[in-house]
Structure formats: structure tokens, C-alpha cells
T-cell receptor, first 117, second 111 residues
Framework: ETGVTQTPRHLVMGMTNKKSLKCEQH?????MYWYKQSAKKPLELMFVYNFKEQTENNSVPSRFSPECPNSSHLFLHLHTLQPEDSALYLC????????????????FGNGTRLTVT | TQLLEQSPQFLSIQEGENLTVYCNSS?????LQWYRQEPGEGPVLLVTVVTGGEVKKLKRLTFQFGDARKDSSLHITAAQPGDTGLYLC???????????FGTGTRLKVLA
């Protein structure tokens, strides 16, 4: 399998549930990202991992907890979510070379459509 | 806060027409990318521009990066129904890989 794979594709959960989103990339990349896509809002960067280390937490509420056990896998653990957290959650990966001035594109999965009831 | 404003927000045109989508910011970026997203899928990269004034062509799509590297445009010639989708610009400042995305332009091309 190639590219970036996200599971599940759809998830409906109650506000008291705990669930996890999974992302796997088969591209050999060293950076992985979680983005949130809501209606009428730009794609919002949530978390960035580079070589399994979290390098960015874009003021995301603690009810979202990321985990990156290795360069190929990324999880987003969800607990006590709110209805406004309903959105499409996109995982992406890229290759980050050392130094500045690089232009590596993002490779996205097809997302998990999350509905919080 | 860095923002990328795209215009227009929505565009519905007939097959064969030309169109231009704009991506504007007050910030300077080291690179800018354009993505297209179709329903039920993630965004897919179309092009990366890195030099001020750069023009890149991808079949019927022409991309331009502003001289000051603050804005970009995407021009589609003779649009086709297959061009339908959400067009997103994205940019990162020098030395970071924190991409911010524009507000998006939703294009519908009618046959």
C-alpha cells in the first residue's frame, strides 16, 4: 500500500466517549501532521511531529492528544469532545531535510469525518 | 497572525470559460503551494512556487508567485468539469515547515 492511509473514514462518537484516529504513511517521510478542516474555516494545523518529536502544538485543547510511536504512524486520541469538534481530520506527511529553505510538499490522507453527538 | 486570503470564495462557471483565483497575504513567504481537494479526499499538491515573479504552467493551469512573495494567482484556461474542486493555497515562512492554508476557493465547472 502506498501514500497516507487514515482510519476510520467516518466516526460518530458521544461527548463522553474515547476514540482514536490512526494515520499511517508509506512514503518514508520523517514529518507528520494533524490538520482540522471545518466548514467555512481554513485548514487548521493542530500538531506537527518531526522524527517522532512533537515540534508544534497549535494551542489545541487537551481533549485532543497526539501520539507518534515511529516515523510512519500517527494517532490522535480523543476524549470528552464537544459538538464543535465535529470536522474532517486530515493527516499529512512530508520529508523535512536539514537546514532552511526547503519546499517539501504535504501528502495528505483522505481524512476521518468525525461527528460528535 | 499570518493569514492567507483567497478570492473568490465560490465560483461557478460554464465549461470552456477562463478563470483566475487569488491568494493574498501581508506576510512574505519562502514558498507557496497550490492544492486541489475533491469531495471525500485529502488535498493534492498541484505546484510549488519559490521565486518572486515565478510563473509555472501545468497543462491548462498557470500559477504565478508575486514579486514580493506575498501573493499568488492561479489561472485556468478553458475550464473543464474535471477541474471542479476546492483550491487551496498554502505557505510556510522561511526555516519552518508549519504550513498555513488559505480560506479556499470552491470551483464548480458546469458541462
Amino acid at each position: 500500500e502506498t501514500g497516507v492511509t487514515q482510519t476510520p473514514r467516518h466516526l460518530v462518537m458521544g461527548m463522553t466517549n474515547k476514540k482514536s484516529l490512526k494515520c499511517e504513511q508509506h512514503l518514508g517521510h520523517n514529518a507528520m501532521y494533524w490538520y482540522k478542516q471545518s466548514a467555512k474555516k481554513p485548514l487548521e494545523l493542530m500538531f506537527v511531529y518531526n522524527f517522532k518529536e512533537q515540534t508544534e502544538n497549535n494551542s489545541v485543547p487537551s481533549r485532543f492528544s497526539p501520539e507518534c510511536p515511529n516515523s510512519s504512524h500517527l494517532f490522535l486520541h480523543l476524549h470528552t469532545l464537544q459538538p464543535e469538534d465535529s470536522a474532517l481530520y486530515l493527516c499529512a506527511s512530508s520529508q523535512v531535510p536539514p537546514g532552511q529553505g526547503w519546499y517539501s510538499p504535504l501528502h495528505f490522507g483522505n481524512g476521518t469525518r468525525l461527528t460528535v453527538t | 497572525t499570518q493569514l492567507l486570503e483567497q478570492s473568490p470564495q465560490f465560483l461557478s462557471i460554464q465549461e470552456g470559460e477562463n478563470l483566475t483565483v487569488y491568494c493574498n497575504s501581508s506576510s512574505v513567504f519562502s514558498s507557496l503551494q497550490w492544492y486541489r481537494q475533491e469531495p471525500g479526499e485529502g488535498p493534492v499538491l498541484l505546484v510549488t512556487v519559490v521565486t518572486g515573479g515565478e510563473v509555472k504552467k501545468l497543462k491548462r493551469l498557470t500559477f504565478q508567485f508575486g514579486d514580493a512573495r506575498k501573493d499568488s494567482s492561479l489561472h485556468i484556461t478553458a475550464a473543464q468539469p474535471g477541474d471542479t474542486g476546492l483550491y487551496l493555497c498554502a505557505a510556510a515562512t522561511s526555516g519552518t515547515y508549519k504550513y498555513i492554508f488559505g480560506t479556499g476557493t470552491r470551483l464548480k465547472v458546469l458541462a
